[in-house]
């Protein structure tokens, strides 16, 4: 089994920064591409941002320019840096991982949330 755990939510202004973590954690082979996802109120989940394991990343394109994804493969964790956030980016934000539990076999895996509150 693979745990992934988020932390780094919270209140910003509109204009504000935060930095989401995300550590995966568990017994696996390798963690492949890891990735951000957001559900706000009344709205289906969306991709924020995702990245491989030789850091190539793609970007939704309401967040391209403001937000940076990053990882660490030494420690199994993903990053999420928000700039010039906005009301409209408030949600809960989701890590996701790909993870190789042999060889041959992998499968996704969801963190719980953590929430993003962009609010004067």
């Known amino acids: 089994q693979v745990q992934l755990v988020e932390s780094g939510g919270g209140l910003v202004q509109p204009g504000g920064s935060l930095r989401l973590s995300c550590a995966a954690s568990g017994v696996f082979f390798s963690i492949n591409a890891m990735g951000w996802y957001r559900q706000a109120p009344g709205k289906q989940r969306e991709l924020v941002a995702a990245?491989?394991?030789?850091?190539?990343?793609n970007y939704a394109d309401s967040v391209k320019g403001r937000f940076t994804i990053s990882r660490d493969n030494a420690k199994n964790t993903v990053y999420l840096q928000m700039n010039s956030l906005k009301p409209e980016d408030t949600a809960v934000y989701y890590c996701?991982?790909?993870?190789?539990?042999?060889?041959?076999?992998?499968?996704?895996?969801w963190g719980k949330g953590t929430l993003v509150t962009v609010s004067s």
């Open positions: 990245i491989n394991n030789g850091g190539s990343t």
């Open positions: 996701n991982a790909y993870a190789l539990i042999t060889a041959k076999n992998g499968m996704y895996y």
